[in-house]
């Protein structure tokens, strides 16, 4: 039976990429009471994570924020700037575009659905030269939209978004591009108006570290033009008189206001930090974990070294292995939830999460359970992924500046 008053001392270790831990100045923030979304100081909120959220996705223009979770800001991106019977063109990284690829068709669009075949298309990025061939084929210009996952969340991949535009272009091809950027955002270096995306999707509960429950579109002018003429039916997802009422940092209908004081939080967490070291510090931790991978003999899922993802990283179990007894195990004796693999990896993978809130101690506990878990679960290890990770983390710690002692 679920028992929800279950309180063990110390932390529960929420190492799954997405919701990732909360920190405790966003959980404070999130404690102010509630106020008037009409009012005059609701005003002031709303401007500032208007404004602000503008620098995590690097553009000058509008990001709408939207009371849902990430599965709503995809539905908008497709609602506001498609009509029905639309082809759009998704490429299959992993689960996660899966799903925004059957959200497509239900929707009553016609997705064709790009990928490498069998598994190798789960353990590699967007392949942008299949792209290229694929648009160049489309001499009517039947395809609307390009859609991609930047950070496939079901397999540790980054894919190259930049590359992906340049396809577009050398083909010459006027389509949409639109990115989830879900659980990249905040983690991993993105670009929204220098890689000339379109619709950028985005989510509060990875690299923003807040709770589950707003979402983001950052938009493109092209994209705002499309949305003008787009026939498939939106009400709650339009763009345009939420984009009129935020001008003046009021929204359409009620906003969810704690969590939009939680965004207001972490803009300034992210930005005294500074983007570029919040960037170096999930790439270093994420290299250290793919160390202790690769010292307990495992393989890692991500094939393509260049595309490794800074945010999580996912290990393959050995043949016979069940990756969710592994993650049981951890759960229970440990009391850290690692991801499990989803969709066509279910069971032969899990996902350690290195994102948001974590820093050199956090991952190295994360490391000692799953190294414990393993070996609990039978699996003979060669050697220890901790101290492989500890002598890396040692060799490139960087001294902070603050004095122990007056
Ligand atoms: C988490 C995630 C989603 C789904 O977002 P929800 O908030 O669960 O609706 C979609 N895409 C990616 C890449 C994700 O990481």
Redesign the pocket.
Known sequence: MLNLNFHPAGRHFLQI??PSPVPDRLQRAMSYPTIDHRGPEFGALGRKVLAGIRTLFKTRHPVVIYPA????A?EAALANTLSPGDAVLMYETGH?AT??NKMALRLGLEPEFLGLPGSEGWRRGVQAPMIEERLRADRSHAIKAVCV??????TGVTSDIAAVRRAIDAAGHPALLMV?????LASADYRHDEWGVDVS?S?S??GLMMP?GI?FNALSPKAIEASRTARLPKSFWAWDEMLEINKTGYFPYTPNTNLLYALSEALDMLHQEGLEAVFARHQRLGEACRRAVRAWGLEIQCADPAVYSPVLTGVMMPEGVDADAVRQLVYQRFNMSLGAGLGKVKGRMFRIGHLGECNDLTLMATLSGCEMGLRLAGVRLPGSGCAAAMEYLAGTAQRSDRPIAE
């Open positions: 990429p997405g979770s990430g599965t709503g995809w996660f799903l925004w996952v930047h950070n496939e969340t079901s989830d950027t879900i659980s990249g999707v989510g509960q990875k589950p979402s």
